[in-house]
């Protein structure tokens, strides 16, 4: 006979990790994770060292190894989407950004209809409640103290980031305190998912501490191939694991696969336009024509300087440093090992039509890109820089009715006036900063894209040959009332339309893209799925009020919506 469990959760990312503990918190559910890819083991280097991060990315071991079809905004090519294949999914092997987006993504989830729970008011208890903010004051009321994601900041201390702030400050932009705080627009050390000199991944932070609950079972290499559904109820799903396949049966089905994965298994199971499932063979059970549309991402780009002052990180590229340097993390944490990198950065806004930050900088004490490369310089810095919010929409489709196949996905980078007028924005801004009089002593000269491109349409032939994904897809399975033809996912209830016992609880679940990295907000969006789906209070929300550009701090009063 084939098992049973209350709740059976497709992957164990972000999404699932949270899922998992929250959901096996009453000793009554039986609740069974499956995780395709292997477990996150303490002892890979590649996973828990931080500065190890570009390594994983393209290992089949860590990685599916996604790509877009030929981008046809950008010459045609195809652009890589690394995503975890792991325990703890991406968050075991991306940067280890903490960013949570700004209160005007979530007043803009808010304001579409049926969304009304989901605006800055009723978001921000559930960030609270996972946040660890080592970093912030203790009664500060923006931020989370003692929840299971710790959260260390910065430091930033390498004289680097601190001539970077001051130049952006000499170019008119503001420093802030926190930008997960009162104010996100302006610069400041960044937060981020390491904890002690090592990766606090969401697998580390969620599962963990509550691995030996009874309840609870997670199963790695458990790749599932369809959600087993009959008439208008999910039953159960059908995986395959250590080259046997096999069927287990749920009370619930919940998708935590993330923005390609769950797409991809609604549609092979039957639910999507039932035009295309007829047309790459599969029996159209529920015709829901949004799964796999309204795809959106950030492209970013590295823009590189040498640098002629030794201060910068370069020379730890060097492989023969590399040994020693492993040794440092190894027997204590510590050194160039033990850290993202990504220590500082900031949020602006590229021109005034914009209420809020279109803009994100990472900024870098080394000139390296994310597989490795390093620049051709002795010591150099760079920043990432791209559009936050664009208006381009792609969409993802599976090719066939072969679960291993990977599907078609295409972005549509750069395809709307605004996409590229913001990119010129952002090169034209990154240089003015650059140019500053705090930054001068440490720039010896642009690397990339270099003094010869300067035009607008020279800047976006370089974005066009040069940008990456920042790895954040998001929004195939978007939330929004049946009503809305295109949305795939009850606001309420996280359930599929047109389907009893299955729901999704993911990044594909989010409406917009919000303006940084995505981890923070699939975590908090997991955390009230959990409510939801145990049929919870949700927690009360919170009517605080958040700085926005020119309204007077004493004039404005509490944002309610």
């Known amino acids: 006979m084939a098992e049973k469990f209350d709740y059976v959760i497709i992957g164990g990312g972000s999404a699932g990790s949270v899922l998992g503990n929250r959901l096996s918190e009453d000793k009554n559910n039986n609740v069974l994770i499956l995780e395709a890819g292997r477990s996150d083991y303490s002892w890979d280097l590649l996973i828990q060292m931080p500065a190890a991060l570009p390594f994983p990315a393209g290992k089949s071991l860590y990685d599916w190894k996604y790509e877009s079809d030929p981008e046809p905004h950008m010459n045609g090519r195809r652009i890589k ?78 004289e680097l980031f601190q001539a970077f702030f001051s130049a ?44 030996s609950r009874p309840n609870l079972t997670i199963r790695t290499r458990a790749f599932v191939t369809n959600i087993d559904i009959k008439g208008n109820k999910a039953e159960g799903v059908t995986y395959k694991r250590n080259g046997k396949m096999h069927h287990v049966q749920a009370g619930e089905v919940i998708l935590a696969g993330g923005a390609i994965n769950t797409p991809q298994l609604l549609q092979l199971s039957g639910v999507g336009d039932a035009d295309h499932l007829r047309s790459v063979g599969v029996e159209p059970k529920v015709d829901l024509p949004g799964v796999g549309e309204n795809l959106q991402d950030h492209l970013e780009a590295y823009i590189q300087y040498s640098c002629p002052k030794p201060v910068s ?92 196949e990977h599907p078609s996905m295409v972005y549509n980078y750069l395809s709307t006036e605004q996409d590229r007028r913001e990119w010129i924005e952002a090169v034209r801004i990154t240089r003015e900063i650059m140019a500053q009089p705090a ?70 679940a989010m409406p917009y893209v919000t303006n940084g990295n995505i981890h923070a907000p699939v975590l908090m969006l997991a955390e009230k799925a959990a409510d939801l789906i145990l049929e919870k209070e949700p927690l009360e929300p919170e009517y605080i009020d958040y700085y926005r550009h020119g309204v007077d701090p004493a004039e404005a009063g509490v944002v309610k919506n």
């Open 439 to 508: 930054i001068a002593p440490y720039n010896s000269g642009e690397i990339s894209p270099g003094p010869s491109v300067q035009t607008d349409e020279e800047i976006l032939e370089w974005v066009k040959n040069d940008a990456e994904t920042a790895l954040h897809p998001s929004c195939t399975a978007k939330m929004g009332p049946e009503s809305d033809p295109m949305a795939v996912v009850d606001p309420n209830t996280m359930k599929v339309h047109g389907l009893d016992n299955l729901r999704v609880a993911d990044a594909s």
């Open 81 to 158: 989407h690394a995503r975890g294949k792991v325990l703890g999914g991406s968050s075991s092997i991306n940067g280890m950004i903490y960013q949570r987006g700004n209160p005007k993504d979530y007043e803009r989830w808010g304001s579409d209809e049926g969304m009304e729970t989901w605006n800055f008011a009723h978001v921000l208890p559930y960030f609270k409640r996972l946040e660890s903010a080592l970093a912030a004051d203790p009664n500060d009321p923006y931020r989370g103290h003692d929840g299971p994601v710790k959260l260390e900041r910065g430091p930033a201390k390498n």
């Open 168 to 211: 952006a400050e000499e170019a008119g932009y503001n420093r802030t305190e926190d930008v997960n705080g009162y104010r996100q627009e302006g610069f400041a050390p960044f937060d981020k998912h390491v904890y002690k000199g090592q990766r606090y991944s969401a697998s580390r932070a969620y599962l963990d501490p509550i691995k």
């Open 313 to 404: 990180e370069q020379p730890n590229l060097n492989k023969a440093k590399m040994p020693f340097i492993g040794l440092q993390w190894l027997l204590g944490r510590k050194g160039p090992a033990a850290t993202n990198h990504f220590e500082g950065g900031g949020f602006i806004r590229s021109n005034e039509d914009v209420e809020y930050p279109n803009l994100m900088y990472h900024f870098l004490p080394v000139a390296v890109r994310y597989d490795g490369q390093k620049a051709d310089t002795k010591h150099g810095f760079q920043v990432h820089v791209g559009p936050m919010y664009s208006d381009a929409r792609g969409s993802l489709k599976i090719r066939s009715n072969d679960p291993t």
